[in-house]
């Protein structure tokens, strides 16, 4: 096995992954990719508490950023060959709890970032991202990378900042995914590459209101939804690929 070297684009069959306990996760399990899962963080809210992209971020190669809460995903991720580099739990309210949530591509770190974790930012421009700022502080949660150069996104500034940085991107309607009783999720929080032609999706994309522009642009790109579950889409926070197979 071998680190993903750009966050998010696994460039063949992915074996290890982080995300939230759920009922997709033993889709993965049986597919045969190994799924970590963060342990609930008391500071944030119920719906977010166990959230990937909320407590890790995989900084590209065997470099990972983690919430200091996450005492078991640490050894865990050590274990697996990870650089494990801890940072403060997120906040209870929000800005103050999206340190770890940005987006990063092969040549670009997109997010809320004056709110963005110093040293994880730090890390990443001295590695030859440019910053990208929007005003979206949940940004990994808000899109859901298809290529390095293709985005889906229901947040219109981002789509703006990926279509700035010549990206092509599908805007999509909020609303089709579930995270509460109380608010919508985010198509990026229910959805993750398991391969480069494989977009494994928490849910059936047909009750997306898009669903068929999302087909659409996903066979653009020759690449298939997986659907891990039957019913609604729900946002779990991503299913965030970590390693894949040594073989392309």
């Known amino acids: 096995m071998r680190p993903l070297a750009v966050p998010h684009l696994p460039q063949a069959e992915v074996k290890l992954c982080v995300a939230q306990d759920h009922a997709c996760a ?31 971020c995989h900084a590209g190669g065997g470099t990972v950023f983690l919430s200091a809460d996450q005492t078991a995903l640490s050894p865990a991720l050590r274990n697996a060959g990870f650089t494990v580099r801890l ?23 997109l997010g809320n970032l ?20 929007v005003r979206q502080g949940y940004s990994k949660c808000s899109v859901c990378p298809v290529t390095e150069n293709a ?20 805007p999509i309607s909020k609303g089709s995914v579930y995270l509460s009783e109380k608010h919508f999720g985010f198509f990026g929080g229910a959805c993750g590459l398991i391969s480069p032609d494989v977009l494994a999706v928490n849910g059936s994309l047909a009750t997306h209101t898009d669903a068929d522009a999302i087909r ?4 653009k790109y020759g690449v298939k939804p997986l659907e891990l579950r039957q019913g609604p ?15 392309v």
């Open 114 to 133: 004056p709110f963005a974790d110093e040293t994880l930012l730090a890390h990443l421009i001295q590695n030859g991202k440019r910053p990208i700022r």
């Open 87 to 109: 940072v403060p739990q997120p906040g209870k309210a929000y800005p103050k709890d999206i340190l770890l949530n940005v987006l990063i591509g092969r040549d670009f770190v």
């Open 26 to 56: 033993q889709s993965l399990t049986k597919r045969g990719i190994t799924v970590l899962h963060p342990a609930p963080c008391g500071t944030l809210s119920v719906e977010t508490n166990a959230h990937a992209d909320m407590l890790l």
């Open 233 to 247: 889409l729900i946002d779990i926070g991503g299913i965030l690929p970590l390693t894949e197979t040594d073989h």
């Open 216 to 219: 659409s642009f996903l066979k």
């Open 151 to 170: 985005f889906i996104t229901d947040d219109p500034g981002i789509a703006d900042a990926l279509g700035n940085a010549e990206k092509n991107v599908l």
